[in-house]
């Protein structure tokens, strides 16, 4: 899969991808990372990208044919890939997104900075994304907040196995506890269960415990998890158990 971002700090997208897991799979060729410089799209001599606002107010707003320029110039190079703009006003980014995502041929993420963008560069775009109810200083912090997500998707990019399948989300619901060595840590034993050897046991302790942890932590996910018979009758146990307490 490629992806395209543009933005006025290409640098920052250098080390994050770097390292590890994303790192190795750039260099299998399993997806590109290319970070454009906005200001080669910029006119004049001083290659300006943004300007004041019409009507006045504080900061500044990113002007709109720079923009507009690199996003056709790099979607005639990556043809089938969705446009999207950054910011805190777009559709709230999630796990279904990042899924859906990792089927698109490449990706286009457009950073902005200071007030935001021209309203004109909107219909540019293909989807605008929010990764979360927070201003930060650029888009780019949150264009790597996706590529991260989409990218470990990608076929090959995780372990042989289907870890990415049996993450926190793919059904919906938070992951229950992990525990590795040692067995007694500062008083506390590895749950019984775990070491039994009974892989039934375990699968059952495991779906219980992810149940317990939304209900607690995220109640409002089990509304449309993925839960089946014994899913329900396990939940309905639980929350007498959690009214009792
Ligand atoms: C557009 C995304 C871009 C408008 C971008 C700021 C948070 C997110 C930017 C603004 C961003 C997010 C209106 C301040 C750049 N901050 N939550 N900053 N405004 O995904």
Redesign the pocket.
Known sequence: MKFDVITLFPQMFASPFAESIIGRALHKGLLSINARYLRDWAQGRHQVTDDAPYGGGNGMVMKPEPLCRAIDDVRGENPGAPVAL?????RRFDQGEARRLSGEPGLILV???Y???DERVRGRADVE???????????EL?AMVIIDAVARLLPGVLGGDDSAARDSFSDGLLEHPHYTRPVEFEGRRVPEVLLSGDHARIAAWRREQQLLRTLQRRPELLEHAALDADDRAILARLRRAETLT
């Open positions: 950054l910011t805190p006003q777009g950073c902005g900075r007030e935001g963008f994304y929010s990764i979360g109810d927070f201003v930060l200083t650029g888009g949150a």
